[in-house]
């Protein structure tokens, strides 16, 4: 599923609007800091395996350089009640481009 999301997201536009880093990986931090430095324009990762170690801290790094990031239903990261609860990430540099991630994971999903 991991590859035909990237490939859905990619095929849907959003290469136009931005660089997409996906990680078949745990560790996210490398991935976080490039979307909060403008390296990326956003991170997507919809596997629901990323424990909260693998992006607690870079969870703070995007958002307090002013990006969002949320589940990939557009909710708030779950409360963490394990180190080994399964989470999916959308991160993006600006709230229009995370919008426009969720919209084209939608489709994805209702096309699936």
Do not use: W
């Not at 800091?33 to 703070?60: K, Q």
């Not at 589940?71 to 600006?94: N, Y």
């Amino acid at each position: 599923m991991f590859t035909e999301v990237r490939q859905f997201l990619l095929g849907e536009g959003l290469r136009k609007l931005a660089t997409v880093q996906t990680n078949a990986r745990g560790d996210v931090t490398k991935e976080f800091v490039a979307v909060a430095s403008g390296g990326a324009d956003a991170y997507v990762d919809v596997r629901e395996t990323l424990s909260p170690e693998n992006y607690m801290a870079a969870y703070l790094i995007v958002t307090e350089a002013g990006g969002t990031v949320s589940d990939r239903f557009g909710k708030p990261l779950a409360p963490i009640r394990s180190m080994t609860q399964g989470q999916s990430i959308v991160a993006a540099s600006t709230p229009a481009l995370h919008a426009a991630i969720l919209e084209v994971l939608d489709r994805y999903a209702a096309e699936g």
